[in-house]
């Protein structure tokens, strides 16, 4: 079913631009809905959906609402057919709260048409023809693996059976002959090896050491973990998903917590940075995952409880002041003894934020990556050397000290990073 | 035969006859006990509420869930703003400049905000006057988060709106000038332009409403004399820094006279230095009954009785002037006024003379000779933060106990509490038909007034402010109101119907009137705004200039009592304020009390004590001292340098309105200030009992050890050699002579520090004046905890920095060392430093603030079990709290006793109700440094968070770092430069140089624990 699925997404995503082409090449050479496509997604899309409001009207049917020739005058200079008292321009700048459209001198009317083309295009029915393709299953691999893994444990089964039947036929075979099995005379003399075992005292006193120490290691080794919450995954009032916003679209993760550059928090991005891309943003058309019911919908549920929070109306594309704080659960935490500060790391050690946070730009859910106890800090400060390059602060002092050392570049530590004091205030 | 004795344990047992005998003789229980009944009744058994087996299942039950419980960690929520402001970056702290104005405290500062909320206040340095914060006002922005303030305006004691307040207000007004009502404005002095012209906008809708100024320790003869000599209302506001000969009669300036700040320029010229040839410094001479802060900085301190104060006032007038005198003095008095006249002829215009008596004929000597002179001293700008003029605040009262008055609007002042005659007053206000208290607290005054207007505290308003003329500051909010709050101005502007607000107002007529085109942004980001007086202060003379001289009508009355303000508690207005009450005198070093302070002959004499009882605690006897019909039983402090014939006691203390049980401390001495006199005269007689007293420092003396506090005199400082006066200790290796700083008799090996930074803290005794800005600012810092009263009492304070005060044993410490150094033998050891112990009659004084010596050789590191204490490389020794299991060794094993234990959990915890067991005083902590938990040692960690964000600052600015940078929380509080903290393998900072000053010693070198802590040899021009 799944395969099915991704076949279709994919025979769908090849056959968009053929049909494309196909329509082009119906309509002669001038409106190409493909260029227009990225044209409108260059220019227009921060403003305006295919078949929704957004800042402005949605543009689907836009030539049947408008003549040409007005629609041309209007995106390369709407301001000023506003002040030429243009009724049908006064009408739309009224309807969007007297905001004014940019103006797009540089479009040609060629440009132009291509848009427009592209607003006016419905993709030909192609996914009925797709899934009557018949699909054939290619899991011949894992079904010969089952199958010797099954002849196998067949083979041994027999094998074994044998063996005991053997075993049986033979010793009926000694017994018919008179022999006296040896086994069974010397059970009666020999003492159980509990017996033995509690007679040994060396073995006792072994295995008692062995014992204590075992049970003091995993003590040890459960004591230790305590407070440690590497791995911890707790559910978030809205599903943020790193995957999709750090992986899929490559944002910076000093664009959300700028501070971490700054700042001895990284920061919990304030929903207003939000609102910079998702206003525009208010459904999702990325991939999907079914299996664990991250779909299209659900996602554009997440992003509809970000309005709500931030107070967004959408219909009329504006603010209704009704806000609703976002309660996120921390997911670091680090105890209030242990001074951390993320711009030395981030902007002076120069430090990826993956070196801690793991492979956030895969994670569907944010968790705890690395297990932020002193040993791991420690480790970590052994290692690293020093970024100097550019930085006047270390040139006096790494000098005489990387001298002092005999070293050609200075660790952390041996900058003083291993001193209680640095960290415990 | 004996008799034999009868045991019985029944009275029925004795009487033969009683049926009850037998069974008590023969059976162990009188009734047999149910066994058989319970085990064999099983339904009862298992009626039983609770069995062995369900009692041990319930036990089970419950550890187990405990202990799943405990593995479960909490969850935190983080909350991010919606639209997060612009200029708040969490983690990165913003600055203000603002201005406090209470009406007692003026001063320029700068505000520390950490995510919205004000954590801290510092000195504005940049302000050209009024730019050094004191204790006080370091303090202020805890009573920020007191959570005794009212949280919004009242009716009649009913929670109420501001809507309503208007229109009841207004009506009561209205229907006050109907009848011809006066309705009287009583204020504190605001020095604002802005509320000066609101308040005559008021008074022209109001012609019945009339503004009287009212200040709660007044300087009103000063002011009738300044306004007499140079026709307006002001003081004269002296520059002593341009002074080489200071005379001050009772004018404590380094506290709180005519409202203080004086101390950074009086210091400037304290200071010597040999390199330019002599050291130079001013020469001072104290006249005072009370041992002030101003008198223990003097060079020369004399004792006088405020009477006798007079005496020597008019003997050095006439001296300097060159009249006959006519006063008689005693001859210790005539030769000490001899001196100061001499000195005053000698120095001329370079020489000032000031006075704190409260006497109109006074005043006008001060102006007059030192206009005679043409002292250098004299500002041509007048200070305006004292206003009020004493007549007509009489006349006030007068009128308002007579019933004379319809109506009363308090704004920033209590009279309930501050005038001696508060509880007439109080009844006068509740028989009044309108009264109306602007307050932050149901303080004595508006709980019994109608209507009380909650305000906010400054840190959440707008201001404009005039200190002296031409010096002009701006307030603006660092927060957004706490509560439901409102400006007396914005009151104002709303009743007269104004379409602006505060904040507008200030902003047109600073557009109109001050800033001359200047930027309005650019002032309120520096807070101060200077424009240059032009016209020069003109002096009229006073014809005829007669000292009335105290006659001694009374004999009964045998005392002469000087009330004072204490550096900590001020005028009272912050009471409850635990900073401020755990604030040890730096003269007494007493917290949390006011007392009578009495010189040991007047002590003795009346038979009044002062004991140490074991655990080192001290307790005084009461004494109860009256004037008339008010009297007060009063705690008793033996103070070595109080005048014979003089008792002292503190103002501010003893309020009992709107605030907490535990801050309600000391006695109100308010009750003895009559007509604003701060001299009174008064009885004083022993009474019952002893109080308890919580001292942080006894009252003995330095007994000669010259290692702790070096001092010696500008004479000898200018004449002989180093050695002489500031030797290195020695100790003897193989009979020779060697240093302790020599590396031949270190047993330690030392760390090399001479890569990177290393931090020193240079102290200068010359100009410490003992203010304690920096106790308070630590405090601040560092999430210091108070630990209340009791704890104090048993030497449980956690003052990571203490300023310790030493009295001598003879007139001065170098004489103490003389006799020490003439002790012969251990029997007269025994009695010379028995003798040693007290101090004389007029000690010298001297401070010494002492915090951790963050040793490079630290005697704390080597003891710690768990190595909790450790040593960086840039001088500062750690203490890693969450490492340290509480031993207390290294505690035992500092020399110099700096370090603080935990004895009990002190936030969060109900026995020490302060600002750290509730939600509002939580929001001062300083959330860069950890708050200790019980059994933790603690001490001062050099402010590692702020040297750390410096070097974190320089590493992101990608530069190196200047000197002046590196600051500490005590160094930038200290506005006098005593504390200056740097990095010493810098060569060019001003702290290597000084660490290379021939007058640095460190504190108990001979121990030889090397400290990055270092003094500056204190010297005395005497």
Redesign the interface.
């Known amino acids: 079913m799944e395969i099915e699925l991704k076949l279709q997404r994919l025979l769908r995503k090849i056959l968009l631009p053929f049909s494309f082409i196909f329509c082009g090449i119906f309509y002669g050479q001038d409106p190409d809905p493909l260029v227009g496509k990225k044209l409108f997604n260059a220019n227009c899309a921060a403003c305006h959906k295919l078949n929704k409001k957004a800042v402005g009207p949605a543009l689907k049917g836009v030539t049947s609402k408008y003549d040409k020739e007005w629609l041309y005058s209007w995106i390369k200079n709407s301001s000023a057919m506003i002040k030429s008292g243009d009724a049908q321009a006064i009408a739309i700048w009224e309807e969007y709260n007297k905001s004014v459209m940019n103006n797009f001198p540089q479009l040609s009317n060629q440009d132009i048409d291509n848009i427009l083309a592209y607003t006016d295009y419905v993709p030909p029915p192609t996914v009925a023809a797709v899934s009557n393709i018949p699909v054939q299953p290619v899991q011949n691999n894992s079904i010969s693996n089952q199958l010797i893994l099954f002849a196998l444990v067949l083979i041994f089964t027999i094998l074994l059976t044998m063996l005991v039947l053997v075993n049986r036929t033979l010793k009926k075979i000694a017994v018919a002959n008179g022999v006296v099995l040896v086994e069974e005379k010397e059970k009666k003399n020999i003492t159980p090896v509990w017996e033995a075992f509690v007679k040994n005292q060396f073995l006792v006193f072994v295995s008692v050491v062995f014992l204590l120490l075992s049970s003091a290691y995993f003590g040890y080794g459960y004591l230790m973990q305590?407070?440690v919450?590497q791995g911890y995954m707790?559910v978030q009032p809205i599903h943020y998903s790193h995957k999709i916003h750090s992986g899929a679209n490559q944002i910076d993760c000093n664009y959300c917590h700028s501070?971490a550059r700054?700042?001895?928090?990284s920061?919990?991005?304030?929903?207003?940075?939000c609102m910079n891309c998702h206003v525009n943003i208010a459904e999702y058309n990325g991939e999907e995952d079914l299996e664990n019911g991250y779909t299209k919908d659900f996602y554009t549920n997440e992003i509809k409880k970000l309005y709500a929070?931030?107070?967004w109306d959408e219909d009329n594309q504006r603010y209704t002041g009704q806000?609703e704080?976002?309660?996120?659960?921390?997911i670091h935490?680090l105890?209030?003894?242990?001074?951390f500060?993320h711009?030395?790391h981030v902007?002076?050690g120069k430090v990826d934020c993956q070196n801690c946070h793991g492979p956030v730009e895969e994670m569907e859910v944010m968790y705890q990556y690395s297990p932020l106890t002193m040993g791991w800090c420690i480790d970590c400060h052994r290692k690293s050397n020093l970024k100097l390059e550019?930085?006047?602060?270390?040139?006096?002092?790494h000098e005489?000290?990387s001298k002092?050392y005999g070293v050609e570049k200075l660790t952390v530590a041996q900058m003083?990073g291993l001193?209680?004091?640095?960290c415990?205030? | 035969m004996k008799k034999k004795k009868t045991y019985w344990k029944n009275i029925e047992q004795i009487d033969k006859k009683s049926p009850l005998k037998n069974d008590i003789e023969n059976k162990e229980f009188a009734n047999q006990l149910p066994v058989d009944k319970i085990l064999l009744n099983q339904d009862d058994f298992q009626l039983e509420n609770t069995n062995r087996r369900d009692f041990l299942k319930y036990v089970g039950f419950s550890t187990t869930a405990a202990a799943l419980a405990a593995?479960e960690?909490p969850?935190?929520?983080?909350?991010?703003?919606?639209?997060?402001p612009e200029q708040i970056?969490?983690?990165?702290p913003n600055y203000y400049a603002s201005t406090i104005a209470d009406g007692f405290d003026f001063t320029s500062i700068l505000i520390k905000t950490r995510e919205g909320r004000p954590i801290k206040i510092e000195s504005n340095k940049e302000a050209p006057d009024f730019g050094s914060a004191n204790a006080r006002v370091h303090a202020s922005v805890l009573s920020l988060y007191d959570s005794k303030r009212i949280q919004l305006p009242k009716i009649e004691g009913q929670d109420s709106s501001w809507d309503s307040l208007k229109t009841q207000v207004l009506l009561d007004l209205n229907s006050a000038s109907e009848k011809q009502g006066k309705v009287v404005l009583l204020t504190q002095t605001f020095a604002s332009p802005t509320t000066n012209k609101i308040i005559n906008e008021l008074v022209t809708k109001f012609p019945n409403i009339e503004q009287i100024t009212l200040d709660t320790v007044p300087s009103n003869y000063a002011v009738q004399a300044f306004k007499d000599a140079y026709g307006f209302t002001g003081l004269v506001d002296y520059d002593f820094s341009k002074s080489h000969f200071i005379v001050s009669v009772d004018a404590d300036f380094l506290g709180d006279w005519q409202g203080g700040g004086y101390n950074t320029k009086y210091v400037s010229n304290r200071v010597p230095d040999r390199k330019n040839g002599k050291g130079k410094m001013s020469k001072h001479i104290q006249f005072e009954a009370n041992m002030s802060l101003t008198g223990a900085n003097a060079d020369i301190r004399v004792p006088a009785t405020p009477s006798e104060q007079k005496k020597i006032l008019s003997y050095i007038y006439s001296e300097v002037k060159g009249v006959k005198s006519k006063v008689k003095l005693s001859p210790e008095h005539e030769k000490k006024a001899r001196f100061a006249a001499n000195g005053i002829k000698k120095f001329g215009s370079k020489a000032v003379i000031v006075s704190g008596l409260d006497d109109r004929s006074v005043q006008d000597l001060i102006l007059d000779l030192n206009n005679y002179i043409k002292s250098f001293a004299i500002d041509n700008s007048a200070r305006l933060t004292r206003t009020q003029s004493g007549n007509e605040v009489d006349a006030f009262i007068e009128e308002l106990l007579a019933g004379k008055i319809s109506g009363l609007i308090a704004v920033g002042v209590n009279p309930v509490y501050s005038l001696s005659n508060g509880e007439k007053i109080k009844d006068a206000i509740k028989n009044l038909d309108f009264s109306l208290s602007f307050s932050m607290k149901k303080d004595e005054t508006s709980s019994v007034c109608k209507y009380i207007a909650a305000t906010p505290h400054y840190l959440e308003s707008w201001g404009d402010y005039e200190f002296k003329e031409g010096y002009y500051f701006l307030a603006q909010p660092t927060i957004k109101p706490l509560f439901n709050t409102m400006q007396f101005q914005d009151f104002v502007l709303s009743i007269i119907g104004s379409n602006k607000d505060y904040y507008a107002s200030i902003k047109e007529f600073w557009s109109q009137n001050i800033l001359n085109g200047k930027s309005w942004n650019k002032v309120l980001h520096d807070g101060f705004y200077q424009k240059k007086k032009n016209e020069k202060l003109k002096f009229k003379p006073k014809k005829n200039i007669n000292i009335v001289e105290d006659s001694k009508s009374n004999s009964k009355l045998d005392m002469e009592l000087v009330l004072y303000t204490k550096i900590g508690m001020g005028d009272g207005q912050q009471s409850n304020n635990p900073w401020l009450q755990e604030f040890p005198d730096p003269i007494t070093r007493v917290t949390w009390d006011n007392y009578l302070t009495i010189s040991s002959f007047d002590a003795k004499r009346i038979g009044l004590k002062n004991i140490n009882v074991a655990n080192g605690a001290l307790n005084g006897s009461y004494a109860k001292i009256s004037n008339g019909d008010s009297f007060l039983k009063i705690p008793v402090v033996i103070q070595p340098g109080q005048a014979k014939g003089s008792v002292g006691l503190a103002l501010g203390y003893g309020r009992k309105m709107g605030i907490q049980e535990e801050m309600q401390t000391g006695e109100n001495a308010f009750v003895f200030f009559r007509h604003f006199q701060k001299n009174q005269n008064v009885k004083v007689e022993l009474t019952d009992g002893f109080h308890e007293f919580a001292c942080t420092q006894l009252q003995n003396t330095l007994m000669g050890r010259g290692d702790i506090i070096k001092e010696t005199t500008l004479e000898i400082f200018n004449s002989k050699d180093k050695e002489y006066w500031n030797p290195i200790p020695k100790v003897s290796k193989n009979h020779i002579e060697t240093a302790v700083t020599s590396k031949e008799v270190d047993i330690w090996e030392s760390f090399?520090r001479?890569?990177?930074h290393h931090f020193n803290l240079s102290i200068d005794l010359n100009a410490c004046t003992g203010c304690g800005a920096c106790v308070i600012a630590c405090h601040a810092e560092n999430n210091v905890p108070v630990v209340g009263k009791r704890e104090i009492r048993k030497s449980r304070d956690m003052h990571w920095l203490r300023i310790d005060r030493y009295y001598s044993s003879e007139d001065s410490f170098e004489d103490d060392v003389d006799t020490k150094d003439a002790i012969s033998g251990i029997g007269d050891s025994l009695t010379t430093f028995g003798k040693m112990e007290k101090a004389s009659e007029n000690p010298q004084v001297a401070f010494q603030p002492v915090m951790c010596q963050h040793c490079n050789h630290a005697p704390c590191e080597t003891v710690c079990p768990v190595a909790?204490s450790?040593h960086?490389?840039?001088g500062?020794n750690?203490?890693?709290?969450?490492?340290c299991v509480g031993t207390r060794y290294c505690a035992n094993n500092c020399p110099y006793k700096v370090r603080r234990f935990n004895w009990f959990l002190y936030n969060k915890n109900d026995e020490f109700d302060y600002h750290m067991n509730n939600d509002l005083g939580r929001m001062v902590l300083n959330p860069?440094?950890?708050?200790r938990s019980r059994g933790v040692m603690e001490k001062c960690?050099m402010c590692?968070?702020m040297t750390?964000k410096t070097?974190?600052d320089?590493?992101?600015e990608?530069?190196?770092?200047k000197d002046g940078e590196f600051n500490v929380a005590c160094s930038s509080a200290c506005t006098t430069g005593a504390m200056v903290f740097g990095d010493i393998n810098d060569n060019e900072s001003k702290v290597s140089k000084l660490k290379a000053d021939e007058r640095m010693y460190h504190l108990l070198e001979s121990v030889g624990t090397k400290p990055n802590v270092m003094y500056q040899t204190k010297i005395r021009n005497t």
């Not at chain 1, 001193?419 to 640095?422: D, Q």
């Not at chain 2, 970056?89 to 990165?92: E, N, V, Y």
């Not at chain 2, 990608?958 to 770092?961: E, V």
Request: charged residues 20%; aromatic residues 8%.
């Open positions: 305590i407070g919450d707790p501070s700054v700042s001895k928090h920061g919990i991005p304030s929903l207003n940075v929070a931030v107070g806000i704080p976002v309660k996120w659960v921390r935490n105890p209030d003894f242990a001074y500060n711009s030395q902007s002076v550019d930085n006047e602060y270390y040139q006096k002092i005489s000290l002092k003083g001193e209680c004091g640095k415990h205030y | 593995c960690g969850v935190i929520k983080s909350v991010p703003y919606v639209v997060q970056r969490p983690g990165i090399d001479s890569i990177g909790a450790s960086g490389r840039q500062q750690h203490m890693a709290y969450n490492r860069d440094v950890v708050v960690s590692i968070q750390q070097i974190l320089a590493k992101l990608a530069r190196q770092i």
